[in-house]
């Protein structure tokens, strides 16, 4: 029997607790990637390492303050996918956990598809630490 989805909670908070990580509503992969966070405060270029449908993991030594609208731009296999976020939580010196607010019908596929990916590699090899886009082409 499949429960209902816990709802989850929007306030920002400094570090993410484990009852937190319990309250996610969907799967987050291990997925590496080069990203740029773009908001009023600063342009910084860094690197997503988790990424959900409605999410990612960005690593910062100077990351955003929590409530933070920002955009984040994520580039994967000659892709680049593009959504408006909001800063829910920080990880003093190692980076932030962002919510996607608004994402544009064009890069919902995108962002499928990668999932996808990431879902069919973690299948391919459980042990596999993280699944890494080509940034070749």
């Known amino acids: 029997?499949?429960?209902?989805?816990?709802?989850?909670?929007?306030?920002?908070?400094t570090l993410m607790a484990q009852s937190e990580q319990k309250r996610r509503t969907t799967h987050r992969f291990n997925f590496y990637a080069p990203a740029e966070?773009?908001?009023?405060?600063?342009?910084?270029?860094?690197?997503?390492?988790?990424?959900?449908?409605y999410?990612?993991?960005l690593e910062s030594t100077s990351p955003q303050p929590p409530g933070t609208v920002a955009t984040v731009k994520i580039v994967c296999s000659g892709q680049s996918f593009e959504a408006t976020a909001k800063v829910?939580?920080?990880l003093e010196n190692r980076g932030m956990g962002l919510r996607?607010?608004?994402?544009?019908?064009?890069?919902?596929y995108?962002?499928?598809e990668w999932l996808g990916?990431?879902?069919h590699a973690q299948i391919a090899a459980p042990s596999m630490i993280s699944f890494t886009c080509d940034t070749t082409t």
């Open 88 to 90: 829910l939580y920080v």
């Open 55 to 57: 999410g990612c993991y």
């Open 110 to 112: 995108m962002l499928w």
């Open 117 to 119: 990916k990431a879902l």
């Open 1 to 13: 029997m499949v429960g209902r989805p816990r709802p989850i909670s929007f306030e920002p908070v």
């Open 37 to 53: 966070l773009i908001s009023a405060h600063a342009t910084e270029v860094t690197a997503v390492t988790s990424l959900s449908f």
């Open 100 to 108: 996607f607010s608004e994402v544009k019908p064009q890069f919902l």
